[in-house]
């Protein structure tokens, strides 16, 4: 269960369809630093990432720090991503339609803080590192998928 003001800040959020400078750092000073964080407030975030078209340019970071501290050093044991984290972060990351390009940073991130980490995130990481770079084709024409 997502705590109160957290709930408020992501119907704020999805009620103006914008995350600002000033949410994400309200979102920093005022409710992250006393969240006792869970998979759920994860799993709000990264939704609510998708959620949202306009987002400050600190919100990648923000999200990123938050998501990798979490799974990595937060949740025991520290700096271990096993298989049930794993398995638990690829489906949170491709939730929806499928990955957007910062839950395949993020799990990217994951993996290199991690000191040990299972090889299906590790697979995840690397598949959404990849996929823009894999050609497509277009009326014969080579074209990188962006």
């Known amino acids: 269960m997502i705590s109160h003001e957290l709930r408020e800040f992501v119907d704020r959020v999805l009620d103006s369809r914008t995350v600002c400078d000033d ?26 990432d998708r959620a949202v078209a306009v987002k400050s340019p ?23 991503v096993g298989r049930d984290k794993a398995h638990w972060l690829a489906t949170t990351l491709a939730a929806g339609e499928g990955a957007t390009p910062l ?7 994951i993996v290199r803080e991690a000191e040990s980490c299972d090889e299906l995130l590790i ?24």
Request: negative net charge; glycine residues 4%.
């Open 23 to 48: 949410d994400v750092r309200f979102l920093q000073r005022d409710i992250l630093p006393t969240l006792v964080a869970g998979r759920d407030d994860v799993d709000v975030l990264l939704a609510l």
């Open 103 to 109: 839950a395949g940073h993020i799990a990217f991130e």
């Open 58 to 80: 600190l919100w990648a970071d923000m999200l990123t720090a938050f998501v990798v501290d979490f799974a990595v050093w937060q949740n025991r044991p520290t700096g271990i």
């Open 123 to 146: 697979a995840f990481a690397l598949r959404r590192r990849v996929e823009p770079l894999i050609p497509a084709c277009d009326s014969g024409r080579l074209l990188l998928a962006s």
